[in-house]
């Protein structure tokens, strides 16, 4: 044979080195990371011992990069049944474990991905946290993987009484947050909503992933009009923050804010245009500008107005004398009150000002905003506290072109599938949204469980349904879930260290219903199985996918424009030579085929290796 088959990929693993590469190919040769390279980088740097510098730590931080690594052996199962348009649209809702998700996302969409917004848990004592234990025994790793256990989701809360409350919730948005950062584009940007609970901490975090140079800004929103006071203390906390942090700060730039031209007027008919009254000094002392610490005369009355010491005027005296020559002063018409600037509109710069990390809630919406928003579409309070799409709309113009696409992976209710929508009924855009969401359960006495949706995901789903039918009419979008690989993964795992480690893995395997002589699982879907290939050979889930036939054999031809990609996969039982010989022709050259072991013959699997690029299950 010319090469060796491949095997075809049963586990996403994210491979540090990879993500280095990316940032610092240089110091990556021949797939390792040469240390020297990596030494020189750092030369120059103070080396100090540990307990001498700066940093940030808690308790499972070692771990974190274990359990970035971990593969995922899951898969994404396509449910056309919930979908809307599923051939006419790129707009994914993927139900199912965001750790887990994003994994397997992380090849397919590698820097793809322009603005990422999520609305994470708070860590109230009371939020959906779990640990990302990577050590379970198989068959409690996919009952983790796939949501399922006796009862349903497995599900667990970060308890204040935890002793390490802080830290678990750290080690839960280390992970998400680290892999997250590699789907951004090269000018991307991610904003995180959070309250005053871990805001710190989470400023902290995000400097050691995104790197503290690529901090934006950290928006201010009120979101309460209430301000009911605390009896003990008399204050009241109205407010949350959106933090933002660039992929590369120096390739991002926000589009801004209008600047306000309602003030501006012609009341003289000066013949240079509109024009505004603007203050003429600043705050500064006259030991910080000595220069523009003076006294300024009008020429017409001779009253002097002195530079106060703590506000001295803009601009040096040479050029308020040149501007009081080409009568851009207004002078008060008695000695009271202080010069002015005449400022013009033709002078403007540019139609646009700086966008103010300040949220003006009544522009953006309140909490309850949001809340009345969604109980008009469900008719009924489904969901409690969710975001304004009129928030997310306002942070979102900020960044988002209109073919960009944007990624929640804390997706609640689907605010930001709402809010995409609203921008794209606008403005005529054609942005895009990956939505995940765990099938967290809705609590049995809420009135959206006494509504039928059992999860949290399933009133996701339902909200872009509604927002299709009743709002945008034109909303479409595909959901996949998250599930156990279709794969026979019994060679793929090594427990940990244990007694008779075989015995245990065969049972595992047994109860699971995986221990079986075929490459696929007894249950598997066809169209499953072929999803689970494309994915985890970096493929997008956009991708078409196209059945024919080559000789006697059904194929999937599956073709990702976006990442040039082919691939054809044959799932038939047994190939026969005619299939082989058409596959043998120039058209096919080069080209990559997956077919099942067990279905070709050695000569086959020579010829065709020869020819195309072989990969068998």
Known sequence: ??????????????????????????????????????????????????DDRFYFNWAGKDKVFQAIQAPAYSTLVPQKNKSIGWDETENLMIVGENLETL????????????????????????????????????????????????????????SEANGRFHSDWLNFMFTRLFLARNLLTDDGIIYISIDDKEVHHLRMLMDEVFGEDNFLTMFLWKSRQTTDSRKDTHTSTDHEYIISYCKNIS????????????????????????????????????????????????????????????????????VVEQMIKEKRILFPESGNGRPREKKFIADLKSGITGFSSWL???????????????????????????????????????????????????????????????????????????????????????????????SISDVCIERLKRVSKKVENSLKFKVFSLSSSNFNLKDEFELAENK?????????????????????????????????????????????????KLGSNNFYKVTDAENELEIHVSLDSKIEDVSVEVIRTTEYKGKTFVFYDNALTDSQKINLNTFVKLQVI
């Open 500 to 548: 008779d480690l075989g015995e245990l893995k065969n049972t595992y395997l047994k109860e699971l219903g995986l221990y079986v002589d075929q490459p696929t699982v007894i249950a598997a879907n066809t169209l499953d199985i072929v999803y689970e290939i494309i994915l985890k050979n970096g493929f997008s889930l956009n991708s078409k996918i196209d059945e024919l």
């Open 1 to 50: 044979m010319k090469d060796p088959i491949d095997k075809i990929n049963k586990k996403a693993t994210p491979n540090l080195k990879e993500l280095l590469k990316s940032d610092a190919p240089y110091i990556v040769e021949d797939g390792k990371v040469n240390l020297e390279k990596l030494k020189g980088l750092l030369a120059g740097e103070t080396t100090e011992k540990e």
């Open 360 to 454: 003006d809630s009544t522009k953006v919406g309140y909490t309850t905003n949001g809340t009345r928003e969604l109980s008009e579409l469900f008719e009924g309070r489904i969901f409690d506290f969710p975001k304004p799409t009129s928030l997310l709309k306002t942070i979102f113009n900020q960044s988002l072109g209109k073919d960009d696409l944007i990624m929640d992976f804390f997706a609640g209710s689907g605010s930001t599938g709402h809010a995409v929508a609203q921008l794209n009924k606008e403005d005529g855009g054609n942005r895009k949204f990956i939505l995940v969401q765990i099938p967290e359960p809705t609590d049995e006495i809420s009135e959206a469980f006494r509504a039928g949706y059992k």
């Open 251 to 318: 390739n991002f730039s926000a589009k801004g804010s209008p600047i306000d031209v309602t003030k501006y007027s012609n009341p003289d008919n000066d013949p240079r245009g509109d024009w505004a009254s603007i203050d003429l000094s600043v705050q500064a002392t006259k030991d910080q500008r000595p220069n523009q610490f003076y006294d300024i005369v009008d020429p017409n009355t001779g009253n002097k107005y002195p530079a106060n010491p703590n506000r001295v005027w803009s601009k040096s005296r040479a």
């Open 103 to 158: 994994k397997l996302l992380l090849k397919p969409y590698f820097g793809k991905v322009k603005v990422i917004y999520v609305d994470p848990p708070y860590n109230t004592g009371n939020d959906f946290i779990y640990k990302d234990n990577f050590s379970l025994p198989l068959k409690e790793y996919f009952e983790r993987t796939g949501q399922k256990d006796g009862n349903g989701s497995r599900m667990t809360t970060n």
